[in-house]
């Protein structure tokens, strides 16, 4: 009889050996897994309501090399985004500070705030 490790097949009337938990965990991870759905409520053939569902579960590394790295650049999920944000707010504020101090300043649009402002 041939040996089933050397062949990679079992004998007939066996069950092929199951993975466990976590290495189907580690698989998934490895290639990544994309949920999708769609939630529709309709009455009486109008829309109401629309919700759009897309899962992907994958590592960090596994998502990087799909291009998906948003959590590095939210600073709500990152500190490093949240002190580049603030590093890029405050060198704006400066900036904007120096150009008011220097006279030059008028008339131009708020960094922050977005309104336009006047010293006159």
């Known amino acids: 009889m041939i040996d089933p490790e050397l062949t990679g097949r079992t004998p007939l009337g066996t069950a092929p050996p199951t993975a466990n938990l976590a290495e189907i965990l580690e698989r998934v991870l490895d290639k990544g897994i994309v949920i999708a759905g769609d ?3 309709d009455l009486l053939d109008i829309e109401l309501l629309t919700i759009r569902l897309r899962l992907f579960v994958a590592s960090v590394d596994t998502a990087r090399r799909a291009g998906i790295d948003w959590w590095e650049t939210d600073p ?7 002190r580049d944000a603030l ?3 405050n060198a ?3 900036s904007r ?15 922050v705030g977005g309104e336009e402002r006047s010293d006159g």
């Open 39 to 41: 939630i529709k409520i």
């Open 76 to 82: 709500a999920l990152s500190s490093r985004a949240a």
């Open 87 to 89: 590093a890029e707010e």
């Open 92 to 94: 704006q504020l400066r």
């Open 97 to 111: 500070l120096e150009a008011l101090e220097s006279g030059n300043g008028a008339g131009e649009l708020s960094a």
